[in-house]
């Protein structure tokens, strides 16, 4: 069984950063996608960023530019980056893993903890 620990997360004023962690286990990383998701009061989940097992990235248009997505396959760990954070960007994190299609689709029966993150203005 697959499980996901993310961290990193915290309180930061508008133009800030913080970088989230997700470490992985039960689950043949390096060979599949890596996607971070959010999820807002009151809102859907969303896609934030995701990467391929080789190194392919893709991000919602709202956070390209200042958002990056990195893994570490050694350590079963994806990383994001997230810099010039606005108060929009308060959410509950969330990674998950599997094929380029369920990570893009964020299609997944179960979910880790997820960190929070609150930017303040």
């Known amino acids: 069984q697959v499980q996901l620990v993310e961290s990193g997360g915290g309180l930061v004023q508008a133009g800030g950063s913080l970088r989230l962690s997700c470490t992985v286990s039960?689950?043949?990383?390096?060979?599949?996608?890596m996607g971070w998701y959010r999820q807002a009061p009151g809102k859907q989940r969303e896609l934030v960023a995701a990467i391929r097992s080789i190194g392919i990235t893709n991000y919602a248009d709202s956070v390209k530019g200042r958002f990056t997505i990195s893994r570490d396959n050694a350590k079963n760990t994806v990383y994001l980056q997230m810099n010039g954070l606005k108060p929009e960007d308060t959410a509950v994190y969330y990674c998950?893993?599997?094929?380029?299609?369920?990570?893009?689709?964020?299609?997944?029966?179960?979910w880790g903890q997820g960190t929070q993150v609150t930017v303040s203005s």
């Open positions: 039960g689950s043949s990383f390096s060979i599949n996608a």
């Open positions: 998950n893993t599997g094929s380029w299609v369920a990570v893009t689709a964020g299609r997944f029966g179960s």
